[in-house]
């Protein structure tokens, strides 16, 4: 089993929809969680952290955490086509430091 | 601010020459990473540095060498490429016990 999963899609919603994006992960003591985005032939940006559980949001981007499910999730508000995009899922295991685990990410596509 | 900056963008060896991927930042980050991103496979972690002067293995260690400089720079070196090892090369840095790493612009390697 992968330390992280995620969906490969991809995920294509219409233009203003919301995107729900998933991700799982096996160890059960992780602390962080992260989620990236990365355009096509660029490197991965930082989007949203979360460490809580429940929800945190930032400006069109929630993210939502259930440590209990050993689930984080990533909403996305009226997405855009600029929106599209792979997106990482990122978590800190237990007892790993400031190392971070990725799952393989989700392909969203956003249809206009 | 530059953030993470690397060096060279684009490389294609021949199976067997060495070459060494820089990487440097200037955001004052204590902890600094060599990820690699293959199809399918997600970002795997190759090496990483938490401060200056240690250096410790990752996921995917083997056929690489690497070197903290000083607190800005951590050198990947490959000293015989095969073709394996052709794949997208991500240096990383973070601070001091936080998660919250970011990513330089990568470089695109081919050993043919």
């Known amino acids: 089993q992968k330390e992280v999963e995620q969906n490969s899609g991809p995920l294509s919603v219409p233009e203003g929809a919301i995107a729900s994006l998933n991700c799982t992960y096996s160890?059960?003591?992780?602390?962080?969680f992260f989620w990236y985005r990365q355009y096509s032939g660029k490197s991965p940006e930082l989007i949203m952290s979360?460490?809580?559980?429940g929800d945190k949001e930032d400006g069109r981007f929630t993210a939502q955490l259930n440590k209990a499910s050993q689930y984080v999730s990533l909403l996305i508000r009226d997405s855009q086509p600029s929106d599209s995009a792979t997106y990482l899922c990122?978590?800190?295991?237990?007892?790993?430091?400031?190392?971070?685990?990725f799952g393989g990410g989700t392909r969203l596509m956003v249809k206009p | 601010n530059a953030g993470v900056t690397q060096t060279p963008k684009f490389q294609v060896l021949k199976t067997g020459q060495s070459m060494t991927l820089q990487c440097a930042q200037d955001?004052?980050?204590?902890?600094m990473y060599w990820y690699r991103q293959d199809p399918g496979m997600g970002l795997r972690l190759i090496y990483y540095?938490?401060?200056?002067?240690?250096?410790d293995k990752g996921e995917v260690p083997n056929g690489y060498n690497v070197s903290r400089l000083n607190k800005r720079e951590f050198s990947l070196r490959l000293e015989s490429a095969a073709p394996s090892q052709t794949s997208v090369y991500f240096c990383?840095?973070?601070?001091?016990?936080?998660?919250?790493?970011?990513f330089g612009p990568g470089t695109r390697l081919t050993v043919t």
């Open positions: 990383a840095s973070s601070e001091a016990w936080a998660y919250e790493q970011y």
């Open positions: 160890d059960r003591v992780s602390q962080s």
């Open positions: 979360i460490y809580s559980n």
């Open positions: 990122a978590v800190n295991p237990n007892n790993a430091g400031n190392m971070l685990t």
């Open positions: 955001m004052n980050h204590n902890s």
């Open positions: 540095s938490a401060s200056e002067g240690t250096t």
